[in-house]
């Protein structure tokens, strides 16, 4: 017994050793298992196709920077993820198959200059999930972690901050996905949307467009050129013009000069086969000019560096040939680098900056600057050029500094009609290190006291000598909006002032700087403009021509936008290249009004949230002017009477489909379309 017992006992371990071998094994088999299953649940952002990214620079890259080095951020180095250039937009399709979506975001370690600022977003269906906040060049990475279940389409964002996008290469560090059961997850192209032409075709009978107030000073060269759609020929009229105008009625011209300060109500006529068309016109000879935003074209957002004399005179030709000229289109003007550059090595920038007199001489691309205006001139258009009240102009060609007097009498003697004013190299003579500038405010003088001295100073110079010529000459300050130029623009003479750094063609620059004009609105009116700079519609592309990158409803906005608030209106655009949807775009003449309204009231935010925004002015018929803009996924978006301050039934009209609605009790709503607006008058 004992030794059966022995025998008994002597088994037992065995068979629990064998026990503990067996669940140790399972256990193994099971870890295994699982590990296998985890790594299978496992998407790393890195291994789906980047190159559906839209990013606003260079390419995007797997497991690198954005310049191709190992990615690092605030010192700390990462094997996986993905290298990015703000702005930056990366769809994608995770189709509910997603548990969660991880990262550590930030600055990429190549960069360590001061000029980087970028904010990370995560959107889900529409919806904004998280957002990093500003983050700078070497801050460490932060970390993000979010639940995705039900979430269809994901959008990964990498936004300039602040100013433009130069330095900010944003990294998207370990990036990925938990997967629900080894789901597959894509990335996916931004969704195309339809180039849908709302404006509807002009009647072939006549119908006279383009501002009704016009201001001219005594005495100066006048040049108004009646707008108007309709079949031609065309025969124009005008009664009650003053003395010193007359009418070429094949043209519809008004030219010659009134010597009498007054306001004198005029009627315009046109006429053709079909019909004709009558429209009151005010023209107030006094100090102001500009009493409505000046509608035109500039070349610096198409051409850049490369603009030529030839250029300019296409955009001209193509402004009547396109029909523009006929919804008040009226501005031609050559931005930078028509004068000769400090030292570039392309033989047309290269010669003498002035003549042994001091005047100012074109480069060879422009070799006859008078006749270039004339040309201008003679197709019922106006004409504008670029200066810096520094040495050199952003571009480092020829500016104004110390020629001032000299150079506001050449454009004169020119017939320039538009003086855009940048202050690029002057912030060397604001910073007191210019020698020849002894008498001139600096901001070291200024502590900060009066600093809006030392901004206005050189603007207050030219503004006093353009003044002086025998011309009307609309004067544009262009300083990035620095101390606030709204508050003290029109007190040197300022006809509008930029308001804002530069534009660039993606939704976020046109965002960011279009939904934050409120401060300036009070400053806003006739004869002085905020300027959120030219318009990013059409071929556009400094000097590397491309269809912007905004989609069909982002330039619907960008009109909308621009028009409530009463900005000055300067297309970007190869003007030889004009396509349908563009035209569409810049030839709507109920949007156009809203611009060009006579009250020049600047639209402001009546209310807003996350993702819609109401914006609201006041027009001279009593009437208003209201946009409601989706900011994110396609919504309803409503607009309470209340909020407009006026109540009962009230007609909506749609501007850009140029229809009535109807009448609406207390509020109205529309199905707004992503980034895009429904524009509407109210009464
Ligand atoms: C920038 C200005 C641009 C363009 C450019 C020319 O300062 O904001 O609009 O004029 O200079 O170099």
Same mark, same amino acid.
């Given at each position: 017994?004992?030794?059966?017992?022995?025998?008994?006992?002597?088994?037992?371990?065995?068979?629990?050793?064998?026990?503990?071998?067996?669940?140790?094994?399972?256990?193994?088999?099971?870890?295994?298992?699982?590990?296998?299953?985890?790594? $299978?649940?496992?998407?790393?952002?890195? @291994?789906?196709?980047?190159? /559906? *990214?839209?990013?606003?620079?260079?390419? =995007?890259?797997? &497991?690198?920077?954005?310049?191709?080095?190992?990615?690092?951020?605030?010192?700390?180095?990462?094997?996986?993820?993905?290298?990015?250039?703000?702005?930056?937009?990366?769809?994608?399709?995770?189709?509910?198959?997603?548990?969660?979506?991880?990262?550590?975001?930030?600055?990429?370690?190549?960069?360590?200059?001061?000029?980087?600022?970028?904010?990370?977003?995560?959107?889900?269906?529409?919806?904004?999930?998280?957002?990093?906040?500003?983050?700078?060049?070497?801050?460490?990475?932060?970390?993000?972690?979010?639940?995705?279940?039900?979430?269809?389409?994901?959008?990964?964002?990498?936004?300039?901050?602040?100013?433009?996008?130069?330095?900010?290469?944003?990294?998207?560090?370990?990036?990925?996905?938990?997967?629900?059961?080894?789901?597959?997850? $894509?990335?996916?192209?931004?969704?195309? @949307?339809?180039?849908?032409? /709302? *404006?509807?075709?002009?009647?072939?009978? =006549?119908?006279? &467009?383009?501002?009704?107030?016009?201001?001219?000073?005594?005495?100066?060269?006048?040049?108004?050129?009646?707008?108007?759609?309709?079949?031609?020929?065309?025969?124009?009229?005008?009664?009650?013009?003053?003395?010193?105008?007359?009418?070429?009625?094949?043209?519809?011209?008004?030219?010659?000069?009134?010597?009498?300060?007054?306001?004198?109500?005029?009627?315009?006529?046109?006429?053709?086969?079909?019909?004709?068309?009558?429209?009151?016109?005010?023209?107030?000879?006094?100090?102001?000019?500009?009493?409505?935003?000046?509608?035109?074209?500039?070349?610096?957002?198409?051409?850049?560096?490369?603009?030529?004399?030839?250029?300019?005179?296409?955009?001209?030709?193509?402004?009547?040939?396109?029909?523009?000229?006929?919804?008040?289109?009226?501005?031609?003007?050559?931005?930078?680098?028509?004068?000769?550059?400090?030292?570039? *090595?392309?033989?047309?920038?290269?010669? =003498?900056?002035?003549?042994?007199?001091?005047?100012?001489?074109?480069?060879?691309?422009?070799?006859?600057?008078?006749?270039?205006?004339?040309?201008?001139?003679?197709?019922?258009?106006?004409?504008?050029?670029?200066?810096?009240?520094?040495?050199?102009?952003?571009?480092?060609?020829?500016?104004?500094?110390?020629?001032?007097?000299?150079?506001?009498?050449?454009?004169?003697?020119?017939?320039?009609?538009?003086?855009?004013?940048?202050?690029?190299?002057?912030?060397?003579?604001?910073?007191?290190?210019?020698?020849?500038?002894?008498?001139?405010?600096?901001?070291?003088?200024?502590?900060?006291?009066?600093?809006?001295?030392?901004?206005?100073?050189?603007?207050?110079?030219?503004?006093?000598?353009?003044?002086?010529?025998?011309?009307?000459?609309?004067?544009?300050?262009?300083?990035?909006?620095?101390?606030?130029?709204?508050?003290?623009?029109?007190?040197?003479?300022?006809?509008?002032?930029?308001?804002?750094?530069?534009?660039?063609?993606?939704?976020?620059?046109?965002?960011?700087?279009?939904?934050?004009?409120?401060?300036?609105?009070?400053?806003?009116?006739?004869?002085?403009?905020?300027?959120?700079?030219?318009?990013?519609?059409?071929?556009?592309?400094?000097?590397?021509?491309?269809?912007?990158?905004?989609?069909?409803?982002?330039?619907?906005?960008?009109?909308?936008?621009?028009?409530?608030?009463?900005?000055?209106?300067?297309?970007?655009?190869?003007?030889?290249?004009?396509?349908?949807?563009?035209?569409?775009?810049?030839?709507?003449?109920?949007?156009?009004?809203?611009?060009?309204?006579?009250?020049?009231?600047?639209?402001?935010?009546?209310?807003?949230?996350?993702?819609?925004?109401?914006?609201?002015?006041?027009?001279?018929?009593?009437?208003?002017?209201?946009?409601?803009?989706?900011?994110?996924?396609?919504?309803?978006?409503?607009?309470?009477?209340?909020?407009?301050?006026?109540?009962?039934?009230?007609?909506?009209?749609?501007?850009?489909?140029?229809?009535?609605?109807?009448?609406?009790?207390?509020?109205?709503?529309?199905?707004?379309?992503?980034?895009?607006?429904?524009?509407?008058?109210?009464?």
């Amino acid at each position: 017994m004992t030794n059966s017992n022995l025998k008994i006992n002597a088994g037992r371990p065995a068979l629990i050793r064998s026990r503990i071998i067996f669940v140790f094994l399972l256990c193994c088999w099971l870890l295994a298992l699982n590990v296998s299953r985890v790594e $299978a649940d496992i998407v790393w952002l890195d @291994e789906l196709d980047l190159s /559906l *990214t839209t990013q606003s620079w260079a390419e =995007p890259h797997k &497991n690198q920077s954005v310049d191709g080095h190992g990615l690092s951020i605030g010192g700390q180095t990462f094997k996986r993820g993905f290298g990015t250039h703000c702005d930056s937009v990366l769809y994608v399709n995770v189709n509910s198959n997603a548990r969660s979506f991880s990262a550590s975001v930030g600055v990429d370690g190549e960069v360590n200059s001061p000029r980087a600022s970028v904010e990370f977003f995560v959107r889900g269906d529409g919806k904004e999930l998280w957002r990093s906040g500003v983050m700078r060049a070497g801050e460490p990475a932060k970390p993000v972690t979010l639940e995705l279940t039900g979430v269809k389409t994901l959008i990964l964002e990498a936004n300039a901050a602040s100013g433009g996008i130069g330095a900010d290469h944003a990294d998207w560090a370990d990036a990925r996905f938990d997967v629900v059961d080894g789901a597959r997850i $894509a990335t996916m192209a931004v969704p195309v @949307e339809p180039a849908v032409i /709302l *404006t509807p075709a002009a009647s072939p009978k =006549p119908r006279i &467009n383009g501002a009704k107030v016009f201001g001219v000073r005594p005495s100066s060269p006048f040049l108004y050129t009646i707008a108007a759609t309709g079949d031609r020929p065309m025969t124009f009229g005008a009664s009650d013009l003053p003395a010193g105008l007359q009418l070429d009625p094949q043209t519809g011209r008004i030219t010659g000069s009134i010597s009498r300060a007054g306001e004198y109500s005029v009627t315009l006529h046109a006429k053709n086969a079909l019909g004709s068309a009558k429209s009151k016109f005010k023209i107030v000879v006094g100090d102001k000019i500009a009493l409505t935003p000046p509608m035109g074209w500039n070349s610096w957002n198409c051409f850049a560096s490369a603009v030529s004399e030839e250029k300019v005179k296409a955009a001209a030709e193509a402004m009547v040939r396109s029909g523009l000229i006929n919804h008040g289109w009226t501005y031609v003007n050559v931005d930078d680098y028509w004068q000769n550059h400090r030292d570039s *090595t392309d033989a047309t920038l290269r010669g =003498p900056i002035r003549d042994p007199r001091g005047n100012i001489l074109p480069n060879a691309r422009f070799p006859d600057m008078k006749g270039m205006i004339d040309y201008i001139h003679s197709l019922g258009l106006k004409a504008g050029l670029y200066s810096s009240p520094g040495p050199w102009t952003c571009g480092g060609c020829a500016g104004s500094w110390q020629h001032e007097a000299q150079d506001a009498a050449q454009y004169a003697a020119w017939g320039v009609d538009y003086l855009k004013y940048d202050w690029c190299s002057y912030k060397d003579i604001a910073n007191g290190k210019n020698p020849d500038a002894r008498d001139i405010p600096t901001w070291a003088e200024s502590k900060g006291t009066n600093d809006q001295a030392v901004a206005a100073y050189p603007f207050l110079v030219m503004g006093k000598h353009l003044r002086q010529q025998n011309r009307d000459i609309v004067f544009n300050l262009c300083q990035y909006g620095m101390k606030d130029v709204w508050e003290w623009g029109a007190s040197v003479n300022g006809n509008s002032w930029r308001t804002t750094s530069d534009i660039y063609e993606s939704w976020i620059s046109l965002y960011r700087i279009g939904f934050d004009q409120d401060k300036a609105a009070p400053f806003a009116g006739p004869g002085h403009w905020n300027d959120p700079d030219m318009l990013i519609v059409g071929k556009i592309g400094w000097g590397n021509l491309h269809p912007t990158h905004l989609t069909p409803n982002e330039q619907y906005t960008h009109i909308s936008l621009w028009c409530l608030l009463s900005a000055p209106l300067l297309i970007g655009c190869d003007m030889t290249q004009l396509d349908a949807f563009t035209l569409n775009l810049l030839e709507n003449d109920e949007v156009l009004a809203v611009d060009q309204d006579p009250l020049g009231q600047q639209a402001k935010t009546i209310s807003a949230t996350q993702s819609t925004c109401i914006l609201a002015k006041d027009l001279a018929d009593g009437s208003k002017a209201v946009g409601l803009f989706n900011l994110g996924e396609e919504t309803q978006v409503q607009v309470k009477w209340a909020d407009l301050g006026l109540k009962g039934k009230l007609h909506v009209r749609d501007l850009w489909r140029q229809k009535d609605f109807g009448r609406f009790k207390d509020s109205f709503s529309a199905t707004v379309p992503r980034h895009g607006v429904m524009l509407m008058r109210v009464w």
